[in-house]
């Protein structure tokens, strides 16, 4: 059974259109990423949930916002996509399970949303 | 963060054993090494970490040097469908970003 599902598989929106990337998690980690990640490039983070925490990368546009609204879902806006933000936009889930900062723990990754911009 | 270098591919025969290199020569104490794969067009995959020890998995073994300044990645019987990229990354004990780099190209070849 899929643990982190991304929808839609496949995107496609107008230039300067705006347009939401979403993800759900059944595994109840309370961190949530989202990655960017165009061809032949590695994935690039541009986020991260630590619960409600939002931790933003300093190179990541203003252009993408994130909304968390419980632990299961979490949303990848885009304001106004052009075309260099056509990419692959993964998802990904994490467990601190004692409160502390632990990395011992692996992540999860979604399929992925592709963005086509036209 | 430290750093890691990989090769940027390699080729390996179906069948044989597959050892990825992961140059990380500015680990610090507290930072553990983690694989992940990407089959194209999916997510990553986590496949295996450690901290000092050798460690295996039903996917992988980890070897870690003793300086810790290295390690590599054996997938032990490799098939076609291990055909992916594969990240090295280290990371701090306290620190949730997974970054990934380059990773190296692993193409299994009949």
């Known amino acids: 059974d899929a643990m982190v599902i991304q929808n839609p598989r496949y995107q496609v929106t107008q230039f300067g259109k705006p347009v939401t990337l979403s993800c759900s998690q059944t595994?109840?980690?309370?961190?949530m990423y989202w990655y960017q990640q165009k061809s032949s490039q590695a994935p690039k983070l541009l986020f991260h949930y630590y619960d409600k925490d939002f931790n933003n990368e300093a190179d990541t546009p203003d252009n993408f916002q994130s909304r968390r609204p419980n632990t299961s879902f979490c949303f990848l806006d885009i304001r106004s996509p052009g075309l260099g933000d056509a990419a692959m936009y993964l998802c990904?889930?994490?467990?601190?399970?004692?409160?502390?900062?632990?990395?011992?723990?692996?992540?999860?990754f979604g399929q992925g949303t592709r963005l086509t911009v036209v | 963060d430290a750093k890691t270098t990989q090769p940027t591919s390699m080729d390996c025969a179906e069948g044989r054993a597959a050892n990825l290199p992961c140059n990380h020569s500015?680990?610090?104490?507290?930072?553990?090494v983690y694989w992940y794969r990407q089959i194209h067009s999916q997510g990553p995959q986590y496949i295996i970490h450690?901290?000092?020890n050798n460690e295996t998995n039903e996917m992988a073994s980890l070897i870690i040097t003793e300086d810790r300044k290295s390690s590599t990645l054996i997938l032990p019987h490799a098939t076609l469908r291990d055909t992916a990229v594969y990240y090295c990354i280290v990371r701090y004990l306290n620190d949730y970003k997974l970054s990934f780099g380059a990773g190296t190209t692993v193409t299994v070849r009949a």
């Open positions: 990904a889930t994490s467990s601190d399970k004692q409160g502390i900062h632990r990395v011992d723990t692996e992540a999860f």
């Open positions: 450690g901290l000092k």
């Open positions: 595994l109840n980690h309370n961190v």
């Open positions: 500015t680990i610090s104490g507290n930072e553990y």
